[in-house]
C-alpha cells in the first residue's frame, strides 16, 4: 500500500478522470467470448495484448497455463489499486484506503479455506491479491501455517486477531468455517463504517450508502448459506450490523424458514434488482446463482451511485468492483477451461451486467 498522502484536498476530479480511462480498458461481453472457446495457454496469450502484458511477461518464464494466469490477475489487480493510491490525496486517499482493507479480509478467508482444505502454501498464495495493509511477507507466513489455530494465533495484535480468536470456539464445535469468515467479515465491515466520517454532503451519504448495500447483501448471503447448511447456528450471532434490510432478530427468524426470507427480500428495496436472482433460487435451489446475482446488483448500484455524484469516491468504488468482477470471470473461465467445463457451465458462473 503506498505511503499515506493525508495533507492537503482531495483530489476526486484528477483521481476519477484516471479511473474512467481505466474503466474503458476493462474487458467486455466480447472479450469474454472470445474467452470462452480458448485454451488456459490461448488465454495468457490473449491476455499479453491487453493491458496485462506487462505481467504476462514478467511471470511468463516462471508459472505456464493457469498459473501463469492467475499471477498475472492478482498482480495486475495489485498495480491498478496500488495506483489509485498513489493518486489521491487528503480525505480521499483515506476513504480509499481503508475500503481496500477488503483485500486483507480476503486474504485472510483465503488463507483460512486453503489450511482447512490442506492446499499447499503455493496453491494459496496464487489467490493472495497484495493490495491491503498486509505485506507479502506477514501473508507468507500465514500461507505456511499448519493450522487454523496457527493462523488465529499469527493474526493476534491485528484488526482480526481478537474476533478470530472469539470465533475459533464455535469453529472447532462445527468444523465449519462459518464462524471464522464472518469475523472476519464483520471486523472489516463494522470497524470501515465506524471510521467513516458522517460530515454533512451528498457525496458522503451516497458512499454511505454504498457500504450499508455492501453490508445488507453480505448478511443476506450469509442468512441464505446459515439455512442452507442445515447447521445449529443461530444467525443473529453472525449478523454484521450497519445495513438497513435485516435487524439482528430478523435474520434469526428469517433464516429458519427459506420461502419467508426470499419473500421478505423479494419486498425489500433491492427486490427490483433481485427478482429473478430469487426466481432461479427458488426453481433450481442453487445459491451460487443468487450469489452471482448479489455482485452484479452491487455492481449495478455502484455505477449509479458514481452517475449521480461524480465528484466523490463513488466512481472509484464502482472501478474497484469492475475491475474485481473482470479478474473473478477471467479466473473463472481459465479455470474451467482447464477443468473441461463446456461454454454454458463456465458462463454460468460469470458475473456480467
Same mark, same amino acid.
Given at each position: 500500500m503506498s505511503a499515506r498522502k493525508t495533507e492537503g484536498s482531495s483530489?476526486?476530479?484528477?483521481?476519477?478522470?484516471?479511473?474512467?480511462?481505466?474503466?474503458?480498458l476493462l474487458f467486455d461481453d466480447e472479450d469474454y467470448r472470445k474467452l470462452l472457446r480458448m485454451g488456459p495457454g490461448e488465454i495468457a496469450r490473449y491476455m499479453e495484448e491487453t493491458e496485462y502484458e506487462e505481467e504476462v511477461n514478467a511471470l511468463g518464464s516462471r508459472y505456464g497455463g493457469v498459473d501463469l494466469i492467475e499471477y498475472a490477475l492478482n498482480r495486475n489487480l495489485a498495480k491498478h489499486f496500488d495506483d489509485l493510491l498513489r493518486w489521491a490525496d487528503g480525505q480521499l486517499y483515506d476513504l480509499i484506503a481503508r475500503y481496500l482493507r477488503k483485500f486483507d479480509e480476503w486474504n485472510v478467508k483465503t488463507i483460512i479455506r486453503g489450511v482447512y482444505s490442506g492446499s499447499d502454501p503455493e496453491t494459496v498464495e496464487s489467490d493472495l491479491v497484495y493490495a491491503g495493509e498486509f505485506d507479502r511477507r506477514f501473508l507468507e507466513r500465514l500461507t505456511e501455517a499448519d493450522s487454523i489455530e496457527e493462523v488465529v494465533e499469527l493474526l493476534d495484535g491485528t484488526r482480526y486477531g481478537?474476533?478470530?480468536a472469539a470465533a475459533y470456539e464455535d469453529y472447532e464445535e462445527t468444523d465449519l468455517l462459518v464462524p471464522l469468515e464472518n469475523a472476519v467479515d464483520r471486523t472489516y465491515y463494522e470497524g470501515l463504517l465506524a471510521e467513516t466520517p458522517r460530515s454533512k454532503g451528498r457525496a458522503m451519504e451516497l458512499y454511505v450508502e454504498f457500504l450499508q448495500a455492501e453490508i445488507d447483501f453480505r448478511n443476506a448471503r450469509n442468512a441464505l448459506r446459515i439455512a442452507r447448511s442445515g447447521a445449529d447456528l443461530d444467525p443473529a450471532e453472525y449478523f454484521i450490523d450497519g445495513g438497513q434490510l435485516f435487524r439482528e +432478530? #430478523?435474520?434469526?427468524r428469517l433464516s429458519t424458514d427459506l420461502d419467508e426470507l426470499t419473500t421478505f427480500i423479494r419486498d425489500s428495496t433491492y427486490g427490483d434488482e433481485l427478482s429473478a436472482a430469487l426466481d432461479d433460487l427458488e426453481r433450481t435451489d442453487s445459491l451460487i446463482g443468487f450469489e452471482h446475482a448479489l455482485d452484479a446488483a452491487l455492481l449495478e448500484y455502484s455505477d449509479h451511485l458514481s452517475h449521480v455524484f461524480p465528484m466523490s469516491i463513488c466512481p472509484v468504488l464502482a472501478y474497484v468492483l469492475a475491475k474485481e468482477r473482470e479478474v473473478d470471470n477471467i479466473r473463472a473461465i481459465a479455470r474451467?477451461?482447464?477443468?473441461?467445463? +463446456? #461454454?454454458?457451465?463456465?458462463?454460468s458462473e460469470l458475473v456480467i451486467l
Open positions: 483530489n476526486y476530479e484528477y483521481v476519477n478522470a484516471r479511473v474512467r480511462k481505466r474503466r474503458s481478537e474476533p478470530l +432478530s #430478523e435474520l434469526s474451467g477451461r482447464e477443468a473441461g467445463l +463446456s #461454454e454454458d457451465e463456465i458462463e
